[in-house]
Structures are given as structure tokens and as C-alpha cells.
């Protein structure tokens, strides 16, 4: 008796099976590439040729070319140093110089090595206290505190939401957000751009010297987040970070180059406006400030496309890089 009513109760659940699969079949979500390939013309931003900062390599050993492009921070942040190295760029300071330490999981650092080559005149001496900027002093909707996994909903219209702050959960900063594009974090009242891989910084000695731009640094590791409000982050690598990333590590301290032979030589460096047009590369990065971004954050904190079987339910800062595209020049 209990044998066939198993038998009978198994065959009830199998004719019941593909129902009960219906009814709790999970919904369809899109990636973040495929939220970010869906996003309107006009929530694209143009970036300006002279807020590009084109570095060439010398050609590796078969002869291909490298070239590296830095996209540099825009205001409030770090103006001191970005206006020091619009100066550097201008006089072609870098050209001859090289590459010379790369630190494995940390940072790729080029620069005068011989620390003898002579600065431009006039460049400025920025204070510490231009490692942040005060809350009050950023855009008036830079922050309203929305977290992540609102879109549980395919369907919930995003634009009364707002994703520009990320999470309230990093241990580096009392929250994370994006302002103008850029990843920040705020601790107290301050604010200050964060080190995420591919950010650029600017080197220095022990304070209270804060670096003339001079010496600069990208991140090609874990986001190095203790260095935040430490150092002045200037920019981000937006395309050939493979490049650098890519470099044999240094075996002196700190990832330097103990033989010279393994420095890479720069050829030079330009702000893009300085090139010919027709050599002028073109960007544009994807709104923090619109409906696309804030689906696209959320997707990248909660993944629950197909290939994911439980949602993270949070992201740092630094796993939600910001979508950059390369256009073709009018």
C-alpha cells in the first residue's frame, strides 16, 4: 500500500512538474553589456581631445606599435596637478624618458629615471589638502543614497531612482558614488577619486611633497584603495592598459628596474588636441547621471543573467567600471 502510493504520488508530481515550472520560472535579465548597448545616443558623453592624454611606447620586439591613452580627471578634482601636466605635456617633458618599474598586482610607474632632467617653468606646488574635495563643494545631485538591488523588477521604470551612490558599505569611505563619470568615495565631508585598476596617480616622496605630475603611475593590480585621499588620482587608462599591464615585473624594490636595459622608452607624450586631426583618437563614456547607468550599476552589483546563479547583492566601487567607447572622428 505505502509502495503504490509512492509510485502514485511521484507520477502526480511529474504531471504536475512542467506547470510548477512554469509558474516559477525565473524572469530574463540582460547583462551589462547588453544594458549598456541599449543605451540612448544623448546619455553618451563626448570626451574632449584636450582631456586626452596620448602616450607612445617604443615599438615592441616585432616591430607593433603601442600606444596608451589616459583620459585626465575633470573638475573639482585634482585641477593642481592636471594643470602641471597639461604644462609637461605641452613642452614634450616626457619624450625620452621610459617606464621603469612595474610591481606585480600593484602599479606601472614612468618618469625621468636619471631625476636630473630639468621640470617646465612655472609648474604649480599643490597642497595636501587638494587630495579632496569637500561635499558641499560638488554638484548639487551628486549623492542621493539609493541602494543597490532596486531592480528586482524587469520592468520598474529607473528613472525615479538614482544609482550614483553605490554602496554605503566600503570599508575605505563612508560611501562610494560617481560624480562627472568617475568612481569617488566620501569619508566625512570629503570626497576624492578612488584607486581602481586603471587609474592613474601621480607619484611622490614623503609628505609633505604631493608630486608635480612629473612621475605618474596607473594601477594594474586590486584596487590599491588604501592609497586613496593619500595620493592624487589625475585620470584613468582608457584604452592599452595591456601595454603596461602586460610589462615584465621588476626585480629591484618595488617592482623598479634593476638592469636599464629593461626600461621602456617613451616616445612621447601629447595632449590628443595637439596631434593632427586625422591621429586624434575620440571618446565618449556612458552618463553615471542616467537611466542606463543606474540599471547598468545595478545589473554589474547583481548579476542574475544566465550564466549567474545567486546575485552578489552588492559591488565595489571598482567592478563597476565606467562603460568608454571609442567613436570614429567627424
Known amino acids: 500500500m505505502n509502495r503504490l502510493f509512492s509510485i ?20 530574463e535579465y540582460p547583462s551589462p553589456n547588453a544594458i549598456v548597448e541599449q543605451a540612448a545616443p544623448e546619455e553618451w558623453v563626448a570626451i574632449a ?20 591613452v589616459i583620459q585626465l580627471m575633470p573638475p573639482p578634482f585634482s585641477q593642481g ?58 554638484p548639487e545631485k551628486a549623492f542621493k ?39 569617488v568615495g566620501t569619508k ?3 570626497t576624492s577619486p578612488v584607486h581602481c585598476y586603471g587609474a592613474v596617480g601621480v607619484g611622490r616622496n614623503y609628505s609633505p611633497d604631493t608630486g608635480s605630475g612629473a612621475e605618474l603611475y596607473t594601477v594594474i593590480g586590486h584596487a590599491p ?17 595591456e601595454y603596461l599591464s602586460s610589462l615584465p615585473r621588476g626585480k629591484g624594490q618595488l617592482g623598479f628596474y634593476e638592469d636599464k636595459s629593461k626600461r621602456v622608452p617613451i616616445t612621447s607624450i601629447r595632449l590628443a588636441s595637439e596631434l593632427p ?16 547607468f543606474a540599471k547598468y550599476a545595478d545589473a554589474r552589483a547583481n548579476r542574475r543573467d544566465p550564466f549567474f546563479i545567486v546575485p552578489a547583492g552588492g559591488a565595489d566601487i571598482c567592478n563597476i567600471p565606467v562603460p568608454v567607447r571609442r567613436v570614429s572622428g567627424e
Open 8 to 27: 502514485a504520488s511521484l507520477t502526480a508530481l511529474a504531471i504536475a512538474a512542467p506547470a510548477l515550472a512554469q509558474e516559477t520560472e525565473k524572469p
Open 49 to 68: 581631445p584636450s582631456d586626452l592624454l596620448v602616450m607612445d611606447l617604443a615599438p615592441d620586439s616585432e616591430g607593433n606599435a603601442r600606444r596608451v
Open 81 to 138: 596637478w592636471i594643470r602641471n601636466i597639461r604644462k609637461l605635456a605641452e613642452a614634450h617633458w616626457w619624450d625620452g624618458t621610459s617606464i621603469n618599474r612595474v610591481q606585480d598586482n600593484y602599479v606601472v610607474q614612468w618618469g625621468d629615471a636619471s631625476e636630473e632632467k630639468a621640470l617646465p617653468e612655472g609648474l604649480e606646488t599643490v597642497p595636501e589638502s587638494e587630495y579632496v574635495v569637500e561635499l558641499e563643494n560638488l
Open 145 to 183: 543614497k539609493t541602494p543597490p538591488g532596486t531592480y528586482d523588477d524587469p520592468d520598474l521604470d529607473a528613472a525615479a531612482l538614482d544609482s550614483r551612490t553605490v554602496s554605503d558599505t566600503d570599508p575605505y569611505a563612508d560611501w562610494s558614488s560617481f560624480v562627472k563619470g568617475w568612481p
Open 188 to 190: 566625512d565631508t570629503q
Open 225 to 241: 584603495r588604501h592609497l586613496d585621499r593619500n595620493i592624487a588620482v589625475v585620470g584613468r587608462v582608457i584604452e592599452g592598459i
Open 277 to 292: 586631426a586625422a591621429d586624434q583618437p575620440r571618446f565618449e563614456y556612458l552618463s553615471t547621471e542616467g537611466e542606463t
